[in-house]
C-alpha cells in the first residue's frame, strides 16, 4: 500500500491507434466508458513516482489489478479483438504472465488459436520463449502477438524474436495501454503495427535528472512498472 499521490491532475489520452500501417479495416471508436472503466481498474493516477527500474516518472498504474476481474478481463480483450479484426491473426501469443490472459480472450473472440511465451531468465538476462510444443504448430502461422500493457516493450519484443525463430510470420501486436513512445517504438522494431485500445502519456527521466524532484514535488510512496 502507498500513500496518496501527491498532485495529480486530468488525463490526456491520445490517439486510439497508431504504428507504421493502418488497420485492413476500419474499426469503431473504443467507447469512452470502457476506456475509464480502464483507467479506473489500474487505479491510474498522476504524480511523482518511482518505477521498479529505478527511474522517476509522472503516472502511475497498478498493472496487477488489470487481471483480478475475470469478467473485466474478458470485456476488455473482446473490446481488443474489434481493433485487431484487420490483422486476420491464425494464432495470437501472449508472454506469460499478463499478456497470455488478455490474448486468450482475443483468440477466442477471433476464432484464432493460442499460444504462450515463458519467462525464462539466465542470470541478469531475461528473455520470453515458446514452449517446445507451441514451436512447431506457429510455423508459417500468421501471428499477432498480445500483452496487457507495453512501455520499452521488452516482453513484446522478446516474443517477436522467438516466434520468428520459429518460422512464424508476425501480423502485429496489440495491448490494452500503450504508454509514453510505446506505439512508435514497437512499430519502428518491428515494422508492423501496435494496436491499442489506450495510450497514456508517460514521462520517465532518470533519479537524478528528474524535473519533479529539483522543483521540490513529493515522491508518492510505493512502486510501479
Ligand atoms: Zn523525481
Redesign the pocket.
Known amino acids: 500500500m502507498r500513500s496518496p499521490a501527491p498532485s495529480r491532475t486530468s488525463w490526456t489520452p491520445t490517439a486510439q491507434c497508431c504504428g507504421a500501417e493502418p488497420a485492413a479495416d476500419p474499426v469503431e471508436p473504443v467507447p469512452s466508458a470502457l476506456r475509464d472503466r480502464l483507467l479506473a481498474t489500474v487505479a491510474a493516477e498522476r504524480g ?1 513516482f518511482r518505477y521498479e527500474s529505478g527511474h ?1 516518472g509522472d503516472l502511475w498504474l497498478d498493472l496487477d489489478r488489470l487481471l483480478i476481474d475475470a469478467g473485466r478481463t474478458r470485456e476488455l480483450g473482446v473490446e481488443l479483438a474489434k481493433e485487431v479484426r484487420g490483422c486476420r491473426p491464425e494464432i495470437v501469443c501472449g508472454p506469460l504472465t499478463g499478456g497470455a490472459f488478455i490474448a486468450q480472450v482475443v483468440a477466442a473472440e477471433l476464432g484464432a488459436g493460442f499460444a504462450f511465451a515463458e519467462r525464462v531468465v539466465t542470470g541478469d538476462a531475461v528473455a520470453y520463449r515458446l514452449p517446445d510444443a507451441l514451436r512447431g504448430p506457429v510455423r508459417g502461422r500468421r501471428v499477432l502477438l498480445v500483452d496487457d500493457a507495453v512501455n520499452a516493450g521488452s516482453a513484446l519484443l522478446s516474443t517477436w524474436q522467438d516466434i520468428l525463430s520459429c518460422g512464424a510470420q508476425p501480423a502485429g501486436s496489440a495491448c490494452l495501454l500503450a504508454l509514453g513512445e510505446a506505439a512508435a517504438r514497437i512499430a519502428a522494431a518491428t515494422g508492423a503495427p501496435l494496436y491499442h485500445l489506450l495510450a497514456l502519456e508517460r514521462r520517465l ?1 532518470p ?1 537524478d535528472r ?1 524535473p ?2 529539483a522543483s521540490g514535488t513529493p ?1 508518492g510512496a510505493g512502486q510501479s512498472r
Do not use: I
Request: net charge neutral.
Open positions: 511523482h522517476h527521466w533519479p528528474c519533479l524532484c515522491l
